[in-house]
């Protein structure tokens, strides 16, 4: 298996350089000991069957426990993963930093739990899906199916949707779902412009991108809900519903419309 892999690596440069189709999986990390092995060994083997060149950056932010050992071991092991370490916490921040040192055409963002199989990956990508800025998960969308998730936890789901919809982004029934496209070019413009680093980085870069009217397409997942979510309810809630705000504040300061260059605080 090793030679194969091997493969895909030496592809990575030549094909990424000419536009064909490769990809780059960020997985952001944060104590994720119980969850990351088990996630590695799923990602190695969608990897080893598939025919284009992959990348797997793995990004830990300040972990208590043994996630960065766990990162170094399948660094070691595997020459198309990486570990990347992002001295800001946040999930925000550490996807942002995956994603802009990704280098393939394809980035796509990845909970370290999985709860999307990762062969599904392949519904993002062409010949299923093409012409496209930022393909967007989706458990909302005809044709998802959401597997053992708490009634409770819908509900908060579905009212943060609503205000995101209210202040933020139109038109989308799920944007918090931690499976997320960009093609390489669009991923490039928007993540220098992301001030925000916990949990709503992802309303902020769609709201960007419908502000320079990038096509976004939803693709129905089947997600299962998966225990031991970083996610505390009431705190997080609170400041989540702030960072929308703070989309809105940063809009009409004009910060969204600068190009090609990175935004201050
Ligand atoms: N690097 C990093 N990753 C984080 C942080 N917070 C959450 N994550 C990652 O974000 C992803 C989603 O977290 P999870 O707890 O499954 O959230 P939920 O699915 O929304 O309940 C996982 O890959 C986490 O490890 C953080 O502060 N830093
Ligand atoms: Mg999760």
Redesign the pocket.
């Known amino acids: 298996m090793t030679a194969v892999l091997t493969r895909f690596v030496q592809g990575i440069e030549e094909l990424s350089l000419s536009g064909e189709i490769s990809l780059s999986l960020v997985?952001?990390?944060?104590?994720?000991e119980n969850?990351l092995r088990k996630t590695i060994d799923e990602v190695v083997a969608f990897v080893a069957h598939q025919d284009f060149p992959v990348e797997v950056i793995i990004?830990?932010?300040?972990?208590t426990d043994n996630t960065q050992q766990i990162i170094d071991a399948a660094a070691a092991e595997f020459p198309f993963i990486r570990g990347l370490i992002?001295t800001t916490?946040?999930?925000g921040?550490?996807?942002r930093a995956g994603m802009l040192a990704s280098v393939n055409e394809y980035l796509f963002i990845?909970?370290?739990?999985l709860?999307m199989p990762v062969d599904e990956v392949l519904k993002f990508m062409p010949p299923n899906l093409k012409d496209y800025d930022i393909a967007i998960a989706s458990r909302e969308a005809p044709g998802a199916v959401r597997i053992d998730e708490p009634p409770f936890r819908h509900f908060i789901g579905r009212i943060f949707n609503m205000i995101v919809r209210m202040f933020a982004v139109r038109g989308f029934d799920d944007t918090?779902c931690?499976f997320k496209c960009f093609k390489r070019d669009v991923a490039q413009d928007l993540f220098p412009l992301q001030t925000i680093e916990?949990?709503s980085f992802d309303v902020e870069l769609l709201h960007v991108a419908q502000r320079r009217g990038y096509l976004i397409k939803e693709v129905p997942i089947t997600w299962y809900y998966?225990d031991?979510?970083?996610?505390k309810p009431f705190q997080d809630a609170i400041k989540m519903f702030r960072d929308v705000l703070k989309i809105r504040w940063n809009a009409w300061r004009g910060k969204y419309d600068i190009r090609g260059a990175y935004a201050s605080e």
């Open positions: 997985i952001p990390a944060y104590n994720e969850r990004v830990n932010n300040n972990s992002e916490q946040g999930k921040a550490a996807v990845c909970d370290a739990d709860s918090q931690g916990g949990w998966k031991n979510s970083k996610i």
